[in-house]
Structures are given as C-alpha cells and as structure tokens.
C-alpha cells in the first residue's frame, strides 16, 4: 500500500513536466515530417584554379539567371508537388567544400527570386586544385542532411577540367549511383589557359560522359565557352527538373534550347577518344594542369 501512494506521487509529479514538455518542445516527442518535393537537386559548382574571376562570374550570373527564368519555374510548378528543394555549394581541391546557400524549397517565383538574390550577394570566390571526386561525395553528405523527401535526387556538377585531387572520379560516382543518386554534369569547353598558365582538357564532354555522371537517365549539358553557360545550365535545369531524359523538356518557343548541345550518359562519344578517369592526376603530375 505505501509502495502504491509511492508510485501515485511519482505519476503524479511527472506528468504535468511531460505535458509541458510536449507543448513546448514538440520534437522532442514527435519529430516533424520532411516536406515532400518532386526533386531534391544539389548544384556543385567548379571554382578551381582553372576559372579566372571573369568565368566565376559568368558561372554565378547564369544560376541567378537561370533560377528566375519562366520555362524553369513553369517546370518546378508542373510536377505533383509543385515544387523542389535546392541547395547550391562551391567546390575546388578535396580540401574546398562550401555550401553557399543551404536547403530551400522552390515553390515559385517569390522563393526563386529570394534564392537567386542571395546567391548574388555572396562574394565570389577562386581556389586550388579540381576535386571532382570531393564535390561528389559532399553532395552525398548534403542529400543525408536533407530535411526534405523527394522522389528523385539529382547532383549537378558543372566544371571546366578533369579531377585532379582527392579520390578517384569513377569511384566517387559509383559510390553515388550505389546510394540512390543520379549525377549530371554540365562540361564548360573553352581554349582559355588558367591563370596559372595550365591548358584546357580536350574533350572534357567525353570524359564528364566517362567519368563524371551516373545514374539512371544521366546526361550532360555542353556549354561550348563560358559565355554560353547560362544558356546550357537553363537547359541543364529544365531537363532535371521535368525528370531528365525520361520526359520531353516544357515547350519554351523558338530559342536558344535547341542549340546546347546534349548527350546522354550512354551516348556514342563525339569523337573516338575516351580520356582516362585519371587524366586529371596524371597532367597533375606533369604540371601542366590546376
């Protein structure tokens, strides 16, 4: 019996600490639920010592652009959900890894343009070295730190030269396709040395094909300069927003979308070269690429 009165005080004193807890602290008891997306999409994007201040900028002009770009929000509003989550970060050498701007839904043209804006204001920035192989396994660590659910995830790596630091390219992307992920990439070609003298690859589309993407319905999106990348990452952007290959693009009228140039992951090369996936470390090596 005193056992009982014992045990009716305890009852008696937690209880009101456990409702006020649940008022207060609703995660504590039940964890919220991740918002569904039709697409949760990572852009990773090459600030390598090959990409001189002007092409960082070109690049950052054309997310911005793109983002706020009709035929692109037409897509995002399209899908069941009508809306996607998108986080964009920078990457160089293995040891660069910098997510600018975190999670965040898209769900129209008031969130695009805030995401855009912000994007904009954030100082540009230029660093060592090409870790495709690092941007490949941050981007896996971002998809794990999601707070959303989306039916498909996409990595976007757009870049102007091979991997050539960290660890190998091939690697890193099965390691991704293995986990769920579809990566697509988006080559940017030019004749430019870097600003330390190193010349571009030469078929840097076939090796992004090669080496870089994966997974189902994968593609890349070649942007012949930098000069042309806004117009190949809104045409990048449409494709994986409306389900990549599996679906036609929106109709967006006469335009520049018909001419970035795009080849699926399976795709016939261009030419009979196929570059090693370790071009990257052995031009490293010869010194004549950063």
């Known amino acids: 019996m005193r056992f009982l009165r014992a045990l009716l005080m305890v009852v008696a004193l937690v209880s009101p600490a456990l409702v006020f807890l649940a008022l207060v ?5 039940s964890p919220a639920r991740a918002e569904l997306v039709d697409l949760e999409l990572v852009l990773a994007i090459d600030i ?3 990409v001189d201040a002007q092409e960082a900028e070109l690049q950052r002009a054309g997310y911005v652009a793109a983002l706020t770009d009709p035929t692109v929000l037409r897509a ?3 899908g069941r959900h009508g809306r996607i989550a998108l986080t964009y970060m ?3 050498g293995d040891h660069v890894r910098n997510t600018l701007v975190d999670w965040t839904v898209i769900d129209g043209a008031a969130a695009a343009k805030a995401f855009a804006r912000r994007l904009a204001g954030i100082p540009l920035s230029i660093e060592m070295w090409t870790s495709i192989s690092g941007a490949i396994d941050y981007g896996l660590d971002l998809f794990h730190s999601s707070p959303h659910k989306g039916k498909r995830r996409v990595l976007d790596i757009s870049g102007d030269g091979p991997n050539n630091d960290g660890g190998a390219v091939n690697v890193a992307r099965d390691r991704a396709v ?3 992920i579809v990566i697509n990439g988006l080559p940017i070609i030019n004749d ?3 600003r330390f003298g190193g010349l571009p690859m030469p078929h ?3 090796y992004y094909r090669d080496c870089v993407i994966g997974g189902f319905g994968s593609f890349i999106v070649v942007a012949d300069t930098f000069k042309d990348f806004a117009r190949a990452i809104r045409r990048k952007m449409i494709l994986e927003i409306a389900g990549g290959m599996a679906r036609p693009m929106p109709k967006s009228g006469p335009g520049p979308d018909r001419e970035a140039r795009l080849i ?3 795709s016939p090369a261009a030419t009979d070269l196929h570059p090693p996936c370790n071009i990257g470390e052995v031009l490293r090596d010869s010194r004549d690429s950063f």
């Open 90 to 92: 920078e990457w160089a």
């Open 48 to 50: 390598s010592g090959s």
């Open 25 to 29: 602290s609703p995660a504590l008891v």
């Open 76 to 78: 995002i509003k399209s």
């Open 204 to 206: 840097l589309d076939n």
């Open 178 to 180: 293995k986990a769920g």
């Open 192 to 194: 430019r040395p870097s």
């Open 264 to 266: 699926a992951a399976q």
